[in-house]
């Protein structure tokens, strides 16, 4: 049994990660901060080192006692928004912060890592679909400090011998179809599980922050990814960057392929579950490209994966189910569901 180090993976998408490493024989251990992770988002068997992965002492610590095998490394801050007015702190967490990881990683001779990276290192292209072909563009500061992490993958891959491949995520969203792990960072920022929380009473509504984007009625598109599905994919490139023999950096999208706009979400999501709630138009916010979707071929094509769940309705009922069984424990509370 291999044992993974996941960075981050107390968080949203890391814990269900932990869910398939260990479907898969793997054996995780966990180094989170708990800025935005939770200790019961993972299985009682699970080692979790309370720890950032910009302390030095704490990584020599884990790799000492555990011998990872390989790294999936989530640790980061992700607001695009917030980036836009905090930059430095992005630029400490992602970038330092996986500098720290990966020079631990080469004191400790393990050399194979799966970077949790985002769609949005491609920008505002403006085209209907993003292939890794594509220029590294990014315009939010979040963007910025994770195609800077690309950059030194490949440096680290061509010069100090690793084997790394980089997910760029579009939009992850939903909950562990067997209600086990679901989203519920403090505070929320994605959009269905605020939506969520206004059908659930818990908020006032919700806001669309632009209605004047090129696109069929007004509002920001983004490929929504269902988190179990992302999860998957990570054990498709853990395996890919395990199986490789000569070191190597690549960059791969994880999407489906399919877009839905802001508007279309806030209906779907009054549709699943069943109840309405008041929508009101605001302008633009910084760093918000008008469309965001994958093309997935390459993922197909390297991986050997593709998307289960295309359909957002899927990803809105499993979201809600999971919010409705576990809601008592959501930052926020106010009303029953």
């Known amino acids: 049994m291999k044992n993974i ?66 790294v ?11 980036s836009m007015r905090e930059p430095a702190r992005f630029y400490d967490v992602n970038t330092h912060g996986s500098m720290v990881l990966l020079d631990a990683m080469r004191r400790h001779d393990c050399n194979r890592i799966v970077f949790s990276s985002t769609a949005a290192v491609y920008g505002n292209a403006g085209l209907e679909y993003l292939d ?21 993958l490949a440096d680290y891959a061509s010069i100090y011998g690793f084997h790394a491949l980089a997910l760029r995520y579009f939009n992850a969203a939903g909950a562990d179809p067997a209600g086990r792990a679901g989203e519920r960072h403090d505070p929320e920022t ?22 004047d984007y090129d696109t069929p009625d007004g509002t920001c598109i983004r490929d929504y990814i269902h988190v179990d599905d992302l999860a998957n994919a990570h054990i498709a490139a853990l395996h890919h960057v395990i199986g490789q ?14 877009g839905c706009s802001v508007k279309d979400i806030m209906q779907l999501c009054q549709d699943v579950t069943g109840r309405k709630f008041a929508v009101t138009n ?20 390297v991986l050997g994966w593709t998307a289960k769940y295309t359909d957002p309705r899927d990803i809105i009922a499993h979201a809600w189910a999971y919010f409705t069984k576990n809601g008592e424990s959501f930052p926020g509370r106010r009303t029953a569901i």
């Open 245 to 258: 023999t000569d070191p190597n950096f690549d960059s791969i999208n994880i999407g489906t392929g399919d």
């Open 72 to 82: 999936i490394h989530m640790a980061a801050l992700i607001e695009a928004g917030v």
């Open 132 to 152: 890794e072909t594509l220029p590294i563009r990014p315009e939010s500061p979040y963007g910025k400090s994770k195609a800077m992490v690309e950059t030194i």
């Open 282 to 301: 605001e302008d633009r916010r910084d760093g918000d490209p008008a469309r965001l979707i994958a093309n997935p071929a390459k993922a197909k094509a």
């Open 5 to 70: 180090l996941v960075t981050g993976g107390a968080g949203y998408i890391g814990s269900h990660i932990c869910l398939h490493l260990q479907a898969g024989g793997f054996h995780p251990i966990v180094l989170d901060n708990f800025s935005n992770g939770h200790r019961d988002a993972l299985a009682a068997d699970i080692p979790v080192i309370d720890g950032d992965i910009r302390d030095q002492t704490a990584l020599d610590l884990v790799f000492e006692r555990y011998h990872p095998d390989a």
């Open 190 to 211: 994605h959009l269905i599980p605020l939506a969520l929380q206004a059908a659930a009473g818990l908020r006032d509504g919700m806001k669309i922050f632009g209605t």
